[in-house]
């Protein structure tokens, strides 16, 4: 298994994004970096409303900014070493140009459906294909949607250890699943609202502890950078016993970062295609914006917290090491402070995570009876879930989200005259 995702995630998925994204850079002519203003400029001229195309973003920008700013970047760096930030920042520009050619393409072939637009890269694909990247999606929205936000948050609350027990991850998912069992079976159509202001409340607190850290160590922060450009290309290290090899590094970096920001793998468009504007180079701005707000901005922050306080690292879980650095600077205050965040941040993945669930439903069955089934699956993975090891969800997630990117970034490119 190791090999396999090795292959298929350390080799085949960076190789493909990067050529991808270099060719979209090179066919749209700079875009989206050279028509940014342009395009940001269409959002003023379209016909809905102004705030749909922006809650379109923050409904997509909720699935981004969940545990993976924060799990997903402790658990990565501690397996790969420092580089995987490096490696992450490399990958975050090749995934603004494939995010914004994925909602942009998202936004021309959407369909009018019963309950607005529907969209999402399986449209853009023949029916068998769809079929398949549906499923996996749905795969998606049980791990990464649905597990590793409860695995977390049971994390947090079990003092940064799985497995503590039966209270606290039962305690962890029925938290959670109070609130999104309302919003799934009596409110649905206001998650875009919900996650219009949760967004922005989660991301302010959670700076205001990555704030605190750094220019609490603000000394450590040169020797951070540093390890992190000499981490990032040391292919003997593995070998010699001190630390990850070059494609652990580089297979980590890739996939969290895309795990994070979701660029490329055709989750995304389904946010921006439901809220969007029919200006499509505008709404897949927004989506050049979320990349660099979730990955150069956040994941940056959560991974120089960890590297100006490496002690942390020795925590048992990624969560452990979070919370460990926070206690290092705000004390007992640190644990209330970082649960409500993750609370917050775990709630939007969930509701953002449950809409892209629902739309590939859709997509695969036209009777509504298939979303409360869904519902109550989505329910049960997350009180399930904190039971299960970090590694466990991890080892799901990945090489699901390299399979569905790797199918979409093809028929992006099958499209491509498309995006023109």
Not at 41 to 51: I, N, T
Request: glycine share 10%.
């Amino acid at each position: 298994m190791i090999r396999f995702n090795t292959l298929l995630s350390g080799i085949l998925l960076p190789a493909a994004l990067a050529l991808c994204a270099l060719f979209f850079l090179i066919y749209l002519k700079g875009a989206p970096f050279s028509t940014f203003l342009s395009d940001l400029r269409g959002l003023g001229a379209s016909k809905r409303s102004a705030s749909a195309p922006i809650k379109g973003a923050c409904l997509a920008l909720a699935g981004t900014l969940g545990v993976g700013n924060m799990v997903g970047v402790a658990a990565a760096i501690k397996e790969g070493g420092a580089g995987v930030l490096f490696w992450m920042w490399v990958s975050s520009f090749a995934a603004m140009v494939v995010k914004y050619a994925e909602i942009k393409l998202s936004i021309r072939r959407r369909v009018a459906g019963k309950e607005g637009f529907e969209g999402g890269a399986m449209y853009y694909m023949p029916h068998a294909c769809g079929v398949c990247f549906a499923l996996l999606c749905l795969i998606c929205a049980f791990s990464v949607g649905g597990g590793m936000q409860s695995s977390a948050f049971c994390a947090l609350f079990a003092g940064g250890r799985q497995g503590a027990g039966i209270l606290f991850p039962l305690a962890a998912g029925v938290l959670l699943c109070l609130p999104l069992s309302a919003v799934l079976f009596v409110g649905k159509g206001r998650i875009s609202d919900l996650t219009a202001w949760l967004v922005p409340l989660m991301s302010l607190l959670y700076l205001f502890l990555c704030l605190g850290v750094l220019i609490r160590y603000r000394k450590a922060l040169p020797a951070a950078f540093t390890q992190i450009l000499s981490s990032a290309f040391r292919p003997q290290s593995a070998l010699l016993g001190g630390g990850a090899g070059l494609l652990t590094t580089l297979r980590l970096g890739v996939v969290r970062g895309i795990l994070s920001n979701e660029a490329g793998c055709g989750t995304a468009p389904m946010a921006h295609s439901a809220y969007g504007s029919e200006h499509a180079g505008a709404q897949g701005a927004l989506g050049a914006v979320e990349v660099a707000f979730d990955t150069l901005f956040l994941c940056t922050l959560t991974g120089l917290c960890l590297l100006v306080y490496p002690q942390c690292l020795q925590a048992d879980s990624g969560m452990g090491a979070l919370l460990h650095v926070f206690v290092s600077v705000f004390g007992r205050g640190a644990r209330p402070l970082l649960a409500i965040a993750i609370y917050f941040f775990a709630l939007a993945t969930l509701l953002c995570w449950s809409f892209y669930g629902r739309r590939c439903l859709s997509f695969l069955f036209k009777e509504k009876k298939t979303d409360r089934i869904f519902d109550l699956l989505f329910l049960l993975a997350v009180l399930i879930c904190p039971f299960l090891k970090e590694e466990w969800v991890l080892a799901v997630a990945d090489p699901t989200i390299a399979s569905m990117t790797l199918l979409n970034l093809f028929f992006l490119f099958v499209h491509r005259r498309r995006l023109r």
